[in-house]
């Protein structure tokens, strides 16, 4: 069993910054895949970023050069740096681990990011 532990989010004006953290503890060997999805009210969960155990990334059209994600391999965690938000970006954000970008396996219990115009 894995516990994803999450922090970091609240509420900013448009143009503003949050930074997301997620831990991960608990009984695991290793994780390959670490990252975030978020979901809207009404809408369909969506990635916001990943990063593999190697450092490889990968991010939607909708997030690039806004947000970066960064991982520290030795304590288990990943950081989301979100830039120039938009209220487009206001949603509830999870943080994920598994063994691909699109292979969760377990899930934080979310955090909410509320981006006001």
């Known amino acids: 069993q894995v516990q994803l532990v999450e922090s970091g989010g609240g509420s900013v004006q448009a143009g503003g910054s949050l930074r997301l953290s997620c831990t991960a503890s608990g009984r695991f060997f290793s994780i390959n895949v670490m990252g975030w999805y978020r979901q809207a009210p009404g809408k369909q969960r969506e990635l916001v970023a990943g990063?593999?155990?190697?450092?490889?990334?990968d991010y939607p059209d909708s997030v690039k050069g806004r947000f970066t994600i960064s991982r520290d391999n030795a304590r288990n965690t990943v950081h989301l740096q979100m830039n120039s938000l938009k209220p487009e970006d206001t949603a509830v954000y999870y943080c994920?681990?598994?063994?691909?970008?699109?292979?969760?396996?377990?899930w934080g219990q979310g955090t909410q990011v509320t981006v006001s115009s």
């Open positions: 990063i593999n155990s190697g450092g490889s990334t």
């Open positions: 994920f681990v598994g063994p691909a970008m699109n292979g969760v396996n377990y």
